[in-house]
């Protein structure tokens, strides 16, 4: 089975690319997938080499979005990163996903992160998300209501 996942949210408003250059995903099963992306130079952390930050958000964009295909609507409780090797910017990244175990609501993932053309892995994640309540959301308006929008005196 190969089957190409639909961009996440935030990139789909305005029918733009993905924020993080993760535009061609392909499912290759029901517990993997590929994600073919490169890091936008707007995303250096250093000379030529990928944020952290980029690299932990692509990661949970990825992983979430798998199970998002999979028909589960899911939120991340936990994201683990190893940054293992520098990640270049503006060139051919691989990115593998994989629904490690299933727990009830929890699906226990990881990832890892190559150099197209490389069998050395440059970051790898870990992580569980579970799947949202239908009220989710509301519960979180409910809470933000009660809070007032200005920064506290100093």
Do not use: K, Y
């Not at 197209?116 to 809470?143: K, L, M, N, S």
Request: one cysteine or more; glycine letters at 12%.
């Amino acid at each position: 089975m190969v089957d190409h996942i639909a961009l996440c949210r935030g990139c789909r408003v305005g029918v733009r690319a993905c924020r993080f250059g993760a535009d061609d995903f392909i499912a290759i099963g029901p517990t993997e997938g590929l994600v073919r992306l490169t890091c936008p130079s707007d995303f250096q952390g250093g000379p030529d080499v990928a944020h952290g930050g980029w690299i932990s958000g692509v990661f949970d964009d990825a992983l979430g979005r798998f199970l998002t295909h999979s028909g589960l609507l899911t939120v991340t409780a936990t994201l683990t990163v190893d940054f293992l090797m520098p990640v270049p910017v503006e060139r051919p990244l691989i990115l593998a996903v994989r629904i490690d175990n299933e727990d009830g609501r929890r699906r226990i993932m990881s990832g890892s992160l190559r150099l197209g053309g490389d069998d050395r892995d440059r970051a790898t994640a870990h992580g569980v998300w579970v799947e949202r309540r239908p009220d989710h959301f509301d519960r979180h308006q409910a809470q933000m209501s009660g809070f007032r929008d200005s920064m506290p005196d100093s």
